[in-house]
């Protein structure tokens, strides 16, 4: 492992200040998947900048959002009663990921942020243009179970692995965060990006960004559900994922948010399946259509084609489910 030099500052100002001034600083939280990085020589950085203590962990309500502190470990939002009761899709999102042990460690913050399980990302023996910009993709033309069938490009077709993160994608949650030009909110559909020629970014945030909360508007009308399809039945990360939201009344569709997971570089947002359920009919045959219409956009690759079907079949169940 690389040396490097332990930051404890007395405030988040400093903690920005000190990352944004120092291209090798890195934030760290729950450390679950930065010492990992550490370990395995994926992350080499030249400061840690411990924020453990600097942001907030609770859990606070005002002008009728539901306010996280980027320091709620996982395990503490999965068991409060008021995500329980008003966004259960967010709580299953979390018992879906981890363990007991990782959730007790694992920010609200540090989980959208944390990186691909990209297998070759994670073995410093191979080339990857998101941990080494310019070398190559080893996943093109090698083992693509895992990978993007939506958004990617000829750079990179990781997956981002975050369940919470397809959760709050699709509740419509907003980030705050504190930069070195002051604090800013970012949609949080639009706090991830696709991999372009730029695979090494997976947020907009800029280096030195802190994220200090994630909000929650309002609870939406409906039903929800987070269902993850994976490998093994615990402890492994999507291969597809779906967080819904379903409003029905009188058997019309009034309102649907959908997000998945396993499938891009970012949760996706099914923003054309969710055009064609409004207004529609709350039968197979709508949620078929909508399926059909968000996955006509699918690219999958040699080894991850059974991920369209595995998807669609996924959603029509969710669908009928909360119908
Ligand atoms: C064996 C194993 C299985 C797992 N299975 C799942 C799973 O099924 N589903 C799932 O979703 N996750 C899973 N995880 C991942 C785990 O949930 C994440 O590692 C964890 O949520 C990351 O949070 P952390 O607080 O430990 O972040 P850290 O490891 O401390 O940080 C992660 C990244 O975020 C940055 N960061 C952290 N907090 C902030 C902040 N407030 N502002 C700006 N940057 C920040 C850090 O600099 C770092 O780059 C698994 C992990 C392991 C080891
Ligand atoms: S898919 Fe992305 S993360 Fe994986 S090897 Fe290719 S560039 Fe690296």
């Not at 083992?143 to 919470?164: K, M, N």
Request: with cysteine; proline share 7%.
């Amino acid at each position: 492992m690389k040396p490097f030099t332990y930051d404890s500052p007395a405030d988040a100002g400093t903690a920005v200040r000190t990352v944004a001034a120092d291209p090798s600083a890195v934030f760290l939280a729950g450390g679950t998947n930065l010492v990992d990085h550490l370990k395995l020589g994926v992350a080499r950085p030249g400061r840690l900048v411990d924020i453990t203590h600097l942001t907030s962990t609770e859990i606070t309500e005002r002008d009728g959002l539901l306010s996280i502190g980027a320091g709620v470990r996982n395990s503490d939002l999965a068991a409060d009663p008021r995500i329980r009761s008003r966004y259960p899709v967010l709580a299953e999102s979390l018992l879906a990921g981890a363990s007991g042990q990782l959730r007790n460690m694992a920010t609200t913050g540090g989980n959208p942020l944390q990186r691909t399980r990209c297998a070759y990302f994670q073995d410093v023996t191979t080339p990857c243009n998101k941990r080494e910009p310019g070398s190559g993709c080893s996943a093109i033309g090698g083992y693509t179970r895992y990978h993007a069938i939506f958004g990617a490009s000829e750079h990179c077709v990781a997956t981002h692995p975050s369940d919470l993160a397809v959760a709050l994608a699709a509740l419509d949650a907003e980030v705050s965060a504190l930069g070195a030009d002051g604090a800013r909110t970012i949609p949080f559909t639009e706090l991830h990006r696709l991999p372009g020629d730029i695979p090494e970014r997976d947020t907009v945030l800029a280096h030195g960004d802190l994220i200090t909360s994630i909000d929650l508007p309002a609870p939406p009308a409906g039903e929800q559900r987070y269902r993850k399809v994976r490998d093994r039945a615990s402890y492994a990360f999507a291969l597809v994922s779906v967080a819904a939201v379903l409003a029905v009344e009188d058997g019309t569709i009034v309102d649907a948010r959908i997000a998945f997971g396993g499938v891009a570089h970012k949760p996706w947002r099914a923003w054309q399946a969710e055009d064609v359920l409004r207004g529609a009919p709350a039968t197979d045959a709508t949620f078929r259509a909508a399926a059909e219409e968000e996955l006509a956009q699918a690219r999958p690759l040699p080894g991850n084609e059974f991920k369209v079907p595995l998807l669609t079949r996924t959603l029509v169940s969710v669908l009928r489910e909360l119908s």
